[in-house]
C-alpha cells in the first residue's frame, strides 16, 4: 500500500478560520476489501469503528498483542479536516502506554515537555506548580505530560499499526446500518466501489461523539450541555513567551474572563479565551476581533501568526453501560468531558489500553 511517511508532511504556515486546514494531514489510500473481491460476507473477531485516537490506540494494542482486527474509518485522513488540532496535552499515563506501544520517542521527538503551570488572577500569580518535583516521587520513565497536536499521534499509530501487521486498516469505509444477534453483529459500510456487509464477533465503537450506535443500540445516557464559549488561536509569535502552562482565572486583558496558554509542536501556541456565554461563534472568531484579542493580550509589537481559530462549546456526558450485546463503546461514544484537564482523548487512550488485553484474553 503506497501510503506517505508521517514524517513527510509538512506543516504549512498559511492560517485558516474554521474551514480549510493549518495543515496538510497525510491522505491513506483505500484499498478494496476482501468482501468486495470475493463479493461474499466474511466474519472477524474484531472490527473496530472509527480510526482516532481511541480506535487507533485500540487496534495498535491488539496488534501488538498478535490479534487480528480490522478498523473501519469513514474518513481518508488523520485528525480533523479543518481544524488545527484538538487534543494537545497528553499525560504520563497515556505516555507510558504508547512507550509499550512502541511509539513514545517518535512523540517525545515531536512534543513539547513541561513541567512548570502558574495561575493568575488579575496580574496576581495565586498558584503554581513544577511537576518536575513531584517527579522524584515516581517510577515512571515518563515525563508527566507532553503536548503534540492529537493528529501528530494518531498518524503516529497509524505508522506503527502498518509496522505490526495484524489489523486491516480500511479507509473511507463507513459504517451506514448496523444489527446484532446473541451470536455476531452485521455491519454495512459505504466505501468509493460500493456497499458490502460483514459480521464481527465484537464491534467496538470509537466513532466519537456523533456516534450512530447510540441509537443503533438503544443504550442510555445522561447528558448535561453548558452554555459556556471558548474560543482557540492556535498561533505562532516572533517573540517566545516561557515554555510554560499559564492559567488566567481572570485575565484583565479578556474582560476578567479565563484564558489559557500552551506551547505544543511546531512552535505554535494554543491561546484558549472564555467568551460571554451563548457568544456568536461567526462573531467570536473573525480574523480582525481575534487579532484585536490577541492584541490586548500581547501588544501591538508582538507579531502574530494565526494558524487556526476555532470557537466551541461543550456538553458533559456519560453513557450508563460500556457494553450493549456485542459492542463496547470507548473513547468519546462512551463519554464526552469538558476540554479541561485534557481528559477526552487521554481516558480514550485508557479505555483503548484497557480493551485490548481483555479482547485478547
Ligand atoms: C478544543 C478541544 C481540546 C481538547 N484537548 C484535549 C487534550 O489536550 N487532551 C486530550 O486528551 N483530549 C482533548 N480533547 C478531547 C479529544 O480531542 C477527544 O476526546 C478525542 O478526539 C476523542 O477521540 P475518539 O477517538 O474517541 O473520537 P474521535 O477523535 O472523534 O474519532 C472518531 C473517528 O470515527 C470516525 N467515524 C465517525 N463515524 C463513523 C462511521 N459511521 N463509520 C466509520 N468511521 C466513523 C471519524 O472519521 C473519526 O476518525 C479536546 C477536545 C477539544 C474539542
Not at 323 to 344: S, W
Request: one cysteine or more; a negative charge.
Amino acid at each position: 500500500m503506497n501510503t506517505p511517511s508521517f514524517q513527510d508532511v509538512q506543516f504549512t504556515n498559511g492560517y485558516e478560520f474554521t474551514q480549510g486546514t493549518g495543515y496538510t494531514l497525510p491522505e491513506y489510500a483505500f484499498v478494496t476489501p476482501p468482501e468486495l473481491v470475493q463479493n461474499k460476507t466474511l466474519r472477524h473477531a474484531v472490527v473496530i469503528v472509527g480510526g482516532g485516537i481511541s480506535g487507533l490506540t485500540l487496534a495498535c494494542g491488539l496488534a501488538n498483542l498478535g490479534i487480528k482486527a480490522v478498523l473501519l474509518d469513514e474518513d481518508n485522513t488523520v485528525g480533523v479536516k479543518g481544524a488545527s488540532s484538538r487534543g494537545i496535552c497528553y499525560t504520563q499515563k497515556s505516555l507510558e502506554i504508547f512507550q509499550k506501544l512502541g511509539i513514545f520517542d517518535r512523540i517525545a521527538k515531536k512534543g513539547i515537555q513541561w513541567s512548570v503551570g502558574r495561575t493568575f488572577a488579575g496580574n496576581d500569580e495565586v498558584y503554581n506548580f513544577d511537576l518536575k518535583q513531584q517527579s522524584n516521587f515516581s517510577l515512571s520513565q515518563q515525563p508527566a505530560f507532553i503536548n503534540i497536536q492529537q493528529f501528530y499521534i494518531e498518524g503516529y499509530l497509524v505508522e506503527r499499526i502498518q509496522e505490526l501487521g495484524s489489523v486491516d486498516l480500511r479507509w473511507q469505509s463507513r459504517v451506514t446500518a448496523f444489527k446484532q444477534n446473541k451470536d455476531f453483529a452485521t455491519l454495512s459500510v459505504e466505501t468509493p466501489e460500493g456497499t458490502y456487509q460483514l459480521q464481527a464477533d465484537h464491534v467496538i465503537d470509537a466513532t466519537g461523539s456523533h456516534t450512530p450506535f447510540h441509537a443503533w443500540t438503544g443504550v442510555g445516557m445522561e447528558s448535561k450541555k453548558g452554555d459556556d464559549r471558548w474560543c482557540i488561536a492556535d498561533v505562532r509569535f516572533d517573540t517566545h513567551p516561557p515554555t510554560e502552562r499559564h492559567t488566567w482565572i481572570e485575565a484583565p486583558f479578556n474582560e476578567n474572563r479565563a484564558v489559557w496558554q500552551h506551547l505544543m509542536a511546531d512552535d505554535v501556541w494554543r491561546i484558549d479565551y472564555q467568551m460571554e456565554p451563548n457568544a456568536d461563534a461567526a462573531y467570536i472568531s473573525r480574523e480582525d476581533v481575534v487579532r484585536e484579542r490577541l492584541e490586548r493580550q500581547f501588544g501591538k509589537k508582538v507579531k502574530v501568526d494565526i494558524v487556526w481559530v476555532g470557537p466551541y462549546a461543550y456538553k458533559s456526558q456519560c453513557l450508563t453501560t460500556l457494553r450493549m450485546g456485542r459492542v463496547f463503546f470507548m473513547g468519546d461514544t462512551a463519554k464526552i468531558v469538558n476540554p479541561f484537564g485534557a481528559r477526552g482523548g487521554n481516558t480514550g487512550v485508557a479505555d483503548a489500553d484497557n480493551l485490548a488485553w481483555k479482547l485478547a484474553a
